[in-house]
C-alpha cells in the first residue's frame, strides 16, 4: 500500500492559519459578519456550558437532514424523498420544495433521501447537491438539482450498494476550498462483510473529495490533483479518506477548514474524528480497528498508520447506540461557546462536547440532551444550532446556556 507524502509547506500554512483563527479573530456567523463586541471574548470550560432546546416545527416525515440557505430558510431533507422548507419567522412550508420520491429507494430503515447542501452559488443558480439511495436497489448516488425542478436532476457519482440495505453514509458538505465531500458507509450488515474499510479500490467506506466546478472527460466532475491516491495504483481517486464504517454525518468548521465525522460503531464504540486539511489520506481504522480498540486483526498492517478519534464512548453505561455527528459552534448568540464542537447519540441523546486545547489533546464533556431520537445537527445562516428528530418528526432550536461553576463544596446555580 502507497505512503503518502507529507506536504510540510501546505501543514504549516493551515497550522498558521488555524491560530489566527482561534486567537486572534472574533466570532464569524455562517453569513460572514463578524460578531459584533465579541472579539475580546473566550470560550469557557466545557463543563460551564450546557444546551436548551426549543420545538419550532412539528409534522416532518422522518427528517434526516438539514442545511441554511443564504435567505434565512433551512431546507429539511425527508427520508422519503421530499425537500421542505422552514423559515424562524413563517414556520414550516406546507408543500415540499423538491420532490425526489419517484428516484428514491425506501426499501430499508436506513435508505432513502440522505444527505442535501447548497452549491456555494446557490444564490445566483439555486443548485443542491444531493446523496440518496438510488431506484432499483439502492445505488448510492450523489447528484445536483436545481431547487424545485427534479426533472433536472444530473448524475455525478454512483457506487454500487444493492447486497445490504444499511451503512449508506450519505452525508454532502463544500470545503472551504470548493470540494465537495460525500461519505460513504462500508457496504452493510455487520463485520465489514466485503472488507471495504481499507480497501482503496472500492468508494464504499470512504469520504471522497470531488471538484463539481467542471468537467473532466465523461465525468461530470474532476479529480482535485492533490488528492492523496490520484497516483496509487489500482484506488479510487476520488478518495479523501478511508478506514470508515458509517460515516453518517460529518460537518466542515467553516473557520480552518477541517472535517469533523461521527462514525458509527459496531456495538461497541462510537467514535468522532477530527482530520485537518492537511490530513488527505488518513486511515481511521475500519475495520482493524473500532474506535481505538482492535476489532478484527486480520485487516491490521503494520505498516499502515492508523489516526485515532479524538473522542468515542462505549455503549455500555452511556446507552448510546449511534453516534451523530454534528457542528463546530461558530455562531454569535453564544461567544463563550464559539468554537465548541457538538454531537449527540441516537438512542441516548446526549449532547457531547469536544474542543481542542491550545496546548495540544481535547477537552470533552456531556453538556445535555438533545430532543429524542436526533438525526442530525446544522447551522443557520447565521451559525446557530439546530436538531432534527427522527419518527417524531421535529425541528428544534438549539441554544448554550451558561452553567456557573459551583463554589467548592457547594451546588451548581444556573
Same mark, same amino acid.
Given at each position: 500500500?502507497s505512503?503518502?507524502?507529507r ?10 492559519? $488555524?491560530?489566527?483563527?482561534t486567537?486572534?479573530?472574533?466570532? #464569524? ?8 463586541? @465579541?472579539?475580546?471574548t ?6 460551564e ?15 434526516? %437532514? ?31 420544495? $423538491? ?6 429507494? @425506501? ?79 462500508d ?9 471495504a474499510?481499507?480497501?482503496?479500490g472500492? $468508494?464504499?467506506g ?21 488528492n ?8 479510487? =481517486?476520488?478518495?479523501? $479518506? ?18 469533523w ?57 452511556t ?13 454569535? %448568540? ?52 439546530? #436538531? ?16 456557573? =461553576? ?9
Open positions: 500500500m505512503r503518502r507524502r506536504r510540510p509547506a501546505t501543514r504549516l500554512a493551515w497550522l498558521l492559519v $488555524l491560530a489566527l483563527s486567537f486572534l479573530l472574533p466570532p #464569524v456567523s455562517a453569513a460572514g459578519t463578524a460578531a459584533a463586541g @465579541t472579539s475580546h473566550r470560550p469557557v470550560p466545557l463543563t456550558l450546557t444546551v436548551v432546546s426549543e420545538q419550532v416545527a412539528f409534522g416532518l416525515q422522518r427528517p434526516i %437532514a438539514l442545511t441554511g440557505l443564504p435567505d434565512g430558510r433551512m431546507l429539511i431533507a425527508e427520508k422519503n424523498g421530499t425537500v421542505r422548507a422552514y423559515h424562524p419567522d413563517t414556520g414550516l412550508a406546507a408543500e415540499p420544495v $423538491l420532490d425526489l420520491t419517484a428516484r428514491i429507494d @425506501t426499501s430499508d430503515n436506513e435508505r432513502g433521501l440522505l444527505g442535501i447542501t447548497p452549491a456555494p452559488n446557490f444564490t445566483r443558480t439555486g443548485i443542491l447537491y444531493v446523496a440518496y439511495t438510488s431506484l432499483p436497489d439502492g445505488t448510492l448516488t450523489l447528484a445536483r438539482v436545481p431547487l424545485g425542478a427534479p426533472d433536472r436532476l444530473q448524475v455525478l457519482l454512483t457506487q454500487e450498494h444493492s447486497e445490504y440495505g444499511n451503512h449508506n453514509g450519505g452525508q454532502v458538505a463544500f470545503g472551504r476550498d470548493g470540494y465537495l465531500y460525500w461519505s460513504l458507509g457496504g452493510g450488515h455487520a463485520n465489514d462483510p466485503f472488507k474499510g481499507q480497501d482503496l472500492t $468508494l464504499l470512504k469520504i471522497v473529495r470531488i471538484d463539481v466546478s467542471r468537467s473532466c472527460g465523461a465525468k461530470p466532475y474532476c479529480v482535485p490533483f492533490d492523496p491516491f490520484v497516483r496509487t495504483p489500482g484506488a479510487r =481517486p476520488e478518495i479523501w $479518506l478511508y478506514g470508515l464504517r458509517n460515516p453518517w454525518r460529518f460537518s466542515v468548521d467553516p473557520v480552518d477548514g477541517s472535517l465525522i461521527g462514525d458509527v460503531g459496531q456495538g461497541l464504540v462510537e467514535e468522532v474524528n477530527h482530520i485537518r486539511p492537511w490530513q488527505g489520506g488518513a486511515n481511521l481504522g475500519w475495520s482493524c480497528r473500532e474506535g481505538t480498540p482492535v476489532f478484527d486483526p486480520e485487516q491490521c498492517r503494520p505498516d499502515v498508520h492508523y489516526t485515532d478519534p479524538v473522542f468515542e464512548y462505549e455503549h455500555f453505561g446507552d448510546g447506540c449511534s453516534v451523530i455527528g454534528g457542528v463546530v459552534y461558530r455562531g454569535f %448568540a453564544t461567544p463563550e461557546a464559539w468554537g465548541t464542537y457538538v454531537a449527540s447519540d441516537y438512542c441516548s441523546t446526549l449532547a457531547y462536547a469536544v474542543r481542542p486545547k491550545p496546548t495540544g489533546g481535547y477537552e470533552t464533556a456531556t453538556i445535555g440532551r438533545f430532543p429524542t431520537q436526533p438525526t442530525a445537527i446544522a447551522t443557520d445562516v447565521h451559525g446557530e444550532l439546530y #436538531v432534527l428528530s427522527d419518527l417524531p418528526g421535529w425541528l428544534s432550536r438549539v441554544r448554550f446556556e451558561r452553567v456557573q =461553576p459551583a463554589p467548592e463544596g457547594g451546588a451548581t446555580n444556573r
